[in-house]
C-alpha cells in the first residue's frame, strides 16, 4: 500500500515537471539500469573467482590501472624490508622516515 502511495507521488511529481526535465530523469534511469546490470554481473563474476569456480585469462589479469614495474617496485620494498627489520630489532624507526600508505587497486 505504502508503495503505490509512493509511486503515485512521484509519477504526480514528475507528471508536473517539464518536459526537457522528464527526458532527462528517463536517461538517468536508462543509465542507472545500465549500472545496475554492469554492477550485477562485476559480483557474479567476482564471486565466481573468489570461489574458484573460474579462473582469469592472462589477458583478464592485466590492470589498466597499475603501471608494470608498480609489482616489482613493491616486492622489492617488501625485500628491504625485510633485510633491513632484522637489523634494527632494538631502535623503533623514526616517524619522520615513515612513508605515507598507497592506495591499492584491485
Known amino acids: 500500500m505504502l508503495a503505490a502511495i509512493t509511486n503515485r507521488l512521484h509519477a504526480e ?3 508536473s515537471l517539464p518536459p526537457n526535465v522528464r527526458r532527462r530523469i528517463r536517461g538517468l534511469r ?3 539500469k545500465e549500472f545496475v ?3 550485477a554481473k562485476f559480483y557474479s563474476e567476482r564471486s565466481q573467482i573468489v570461489n574458484g569456480s573460474y579462473e582469469p585469462t592472462e589477458e583478464e589479469c592485466q590492470n589498466p ?3 608494470e614495474t608498480e609489482e616489482e617496485d613493491l616486492a622489492k620494498a ?3 624490508a625485510a633485510i ?3 637489523e634494527n630489532k632494538d631502535k623503533p624507526p623514526a616517524i619522520e ?3 605515507p600508505a598507497e592506495y591499492v587497486y584491485f
Open 97 to 99: 622516515d615513515a612513508k
Open 30 to 32: 536508462s543509465l542507472q
Open 13 to 15: 511529481a514528475l507528471a
Open 84 to 86: 633491513t627489520e632484522g
Open 78 to 80: 617488501v625485500a628491504n
Open 65 to 67: 590501472w597499475r603501471d
Open 37 to 39: 546490470e554492469i554492477e
